[in-house]
């Protein structure tokens, strides 16, 4: 059982860029979510998925898109990449949205 | 009014000592309410969630005040280990988690 994994742990990207950030877990979680967390800023929900096919943006969601095509995989896509994306980045995942959010480990992302 | 509002620390204090930490919310239709904790370049993790009866875990002791709109955590006989940062989290109907700005802890040897 290896509770939230992120991939990767960390990644420098160029302005303009694009990547997916990966996020699974395998404790059969309905709510999965994506944060940033910023110095001074704490963590800032940026989309949220209640279930397979079903996604909500978050509080700062512009510059993001996800998808949840399973139960387990919930992937963060940047589209194109720029400097006020650089941040640390959290998925996390719980049976419903408000008992225990299980984290993971956190992409630490830099965009130059 | 910022939605979940903390000391902004941070904390130094001795190993043994008592430290309290506040913490303040908006909005008023929040329904559940925790205190995770943070250690440093890690994921935050659940520490407890905090009842209006107040709830105690160990030397841990959170507390809730629905009128006044604000949560509390009690830390007794402070350990090194405790040195973390500890974020105030608040949730409404929605499910969505609302994440104070932590307040770092450092317990002194």
């Known amino acids: 059982n290896a509770g939230v994994t992120q991939t990767p742990k960390f990644q420098v990207l160029k302005t303009g860029q694009s990547m997916t950030l990966q996020c699974a877990q395998d404790m059969n979680h309905e709510y999965m979510s994506w944060y940033r967390q910023d110095p001074g800023m704490g963590l800032r929900l940026i989309h949220y998925s209640v279930g397979a096919g079903i996604t909500d943006q978050g509080e700062v969601p512009n510059g993001y898109n996800v998808s949840r095509s399973t139960t387990e995989d919930f992937p963060l896509r940047l589209l194109s990449a720029a400097p006020s994306q650089t941040s640390v980045y959290f998925c996390?995942?719980?049976?419903?949205?408000?008992?225990?959010?299980?984290f993971g480990p956190g992409t630490r992302l830099l965009v130059l | 009014r910022k939605e979940v509002e903390q000391d902004p620390g941070p904390f130094n204090v001795p190993e043994g000592a008592t430290v309290a930490f506040n913490c303040t919310y908006s909005?008023?239709?929040?329904?559940?309410f925790f205190w995770y904790r943070q250690d440093c370049r890690k994921e935050p993790k659940l520490l407890m969630s905090v009842y209006s009866s107040g709830n105690e875990d160990g030397r841990f002791t959170a507390q809730l005040n629905r009128a006044s709109q604000y949560i509390s955590l009690l830390i007794r006989d402070s350990k090194l280990s405790d040195s973390a940062t500890y974020l105030c989290v608040v949730s409404g109907s929605n499910y969505k988690l609302t994440f104070g700005k932590g307040t770092l802890l450092t317990v002194n040897p």
């Open positions: 996390a995942s719980s049976l419903t949205g408000v008992v225990t959010q299980y």
């Open positions: 909005n008023s239709a929040s329904q559940s």
